[in-house]
């Protein structure tokens, strides 16, 4: 069974920090490039970030540039979102996808998008 789950969500103050976990199982998530979307209440899905397979290329929202850092453990299957300095405005669903290609051109439009994991909500409040 092909699966990807994310984890790490939760509440956290304004100015915190939160690591997001993406684990895939059944799958190698070696010759993919892997992600993040977010979507906050009442707004689109929004790219946030992408890796590509090697973790050598790394993409950002400018919304999130110099705060959050991706990174890949290829070993434990597993791709990171570190977030930190974290705003109000960052409160959404946060959800992992595999591209099915390698690299991340095009990754934060949306394209050659492949498996999604079911999310997990990142709320930031005091």
């Known amino acids: 069974q092909l699966e990807v789950v994310e984890s790490g969500g939760g509440l956290v103050q304004p100015g915190g920090s939160l690591r997001l976990s993406c684990t895939a199982s059944?799958?190698?998530?070696?010759?993919?490039?892997v992600g993040w979307f977010r979507q906050a209440e009442g707004k689109e899905r929004e790219g946030v970030s992408c890796?590509?397979?090697?973790?050598?290329?790394?993409t950002y929202a400018d919304s999130v540039k110099g705060r959050f850092t991706i990174s890949r453990d290829n070993g434990l299957n597993t791709v990171y979102l570190q977030m930190d300095s974290l705003k109000p405005e960052d409160t959404a669903v946060y959800s992992c996808?595999?591209?099915?290609?390698?690299?991340?051109?095009?990754?934060?439009?949306?394209?050659?998008?492949?498996?999604w994991g079911q999310g997990t909500q990142v709320i930031v409040s005091s």
């Open positions: 996808a595999v591209s099915t290609k390698y690299y991340c051109s095009g990754y934060m439009e949306g394209m050659n998008l492949g498996s």
């Open positions: 059944g799958f190698s998530l070696d010759y993919y490039a």
């Open positions: 890796i590509s397979s090697s973790g050598s290329d790394t």
